[in-house]
């Protein structure tokens, strides 16, 4: 079946630090990838995408990059800020019964500190 | 352009009583979809609406839930009897194109005790 599995949080680090969150994820045919992240008290939002093999999507200094070879999109940041700390989901979307449903991970908490 | 809205964006209720949960999505998308995050675990898909019909509920988890979309407007989430493994956050969605990118609410905080 699909699914999608993400690292275990919480994830602590220190501001400037460098972020990787892992996403490996089991489908059928070619789904497109997406990661979303819900702040504090704030609803879903769309951080990045890819829709195709190779594809690197990229906001707000985060970059995943959709590896078909290992199913993967791993989410990478350089330099994380305060602001950052939120709950992360990886997802992929799947044409299933007729409706493209979204497969979320569990979610990965991200504190960063000063 | 307004965003999609949920309302309550928490709610409290004991076990055996009933809530309504409230979608409004973006103007113009007639895709509308429930999903929700049980105790910190995966958001999982619910139910799918195109316009005022359902295409898709095989997420439902039983038949103590009851959605509707009556005009194809706004979207109900009904739960009756409420019981403890119910609570958790109920995201709506919803999307232009059958295979658009989905757009999500604030969510509804629910907990039932």
């Known amino acids: 079946g699909n699914s999608v599995t993400q690292m275990e949080g919480p994830v602590t680090l220190s501001e400037e630090a460098f972020l990787t969150i892992n996403c490996t994820y089991t489908a059928t045919g070619y789904p497109s990838l997406f990661w979303y992240v819900q702040y504090p008290g704030e609803g879903l939002q769309l951080l990045l995408k890819?829709?195709?093999?190779?594809d690197k999507g990229s906001n707000k200094g985060f970059e995943a990059t959709y590896r078909k070879e290992t199913t993967s999109f791993h989410l990478e940041k350089g330099s994380v800020q305060v602001s950052d700390s939120a709950v992360y989901f990886c997802a992929l979307s799947v044409l299933s019964s007729g409706t493209y449903k979204y497969i979320f991970g569990t979610g990965t908490r991200l504190k960063v500190l000063a | 352009e307004a965003g999609v809205t949920q309302f309550p964006s928490h709610s409290v209720i004991e076990k055996g009583q009933t809530v309504t949960l409230r979608c409004d999505p973006i103007s113009g998308h007639d895709n509308l979809y429930w999903y929700r995050r049980v105790m910190g675990k995966e958001i999982k898909f619910l139910l799918h609406?195109?316009?005022?019909?359902?295409?898709?509920e095989s997420g439902m988890p039983n038949n103590r839930f009851l959605a509707e979309r009556t005009g194809g407007t706004y979207s109900t989430l009904k739960v009756q009897p409420a019981e403890l493994e119910d609570s958790g956050v109920y995201f709506c969605a919803s999307s232009q194109d059958r295979q658009g990118q989905q757009y999500f609410g604030p969510g509804t905080r629910l907990t039932v005790t």
């Open positions: 890819a829709t195709k093999a190779d």
């Open positions: 609406f195109v316009k005022e019909s359902k295409q898709d």
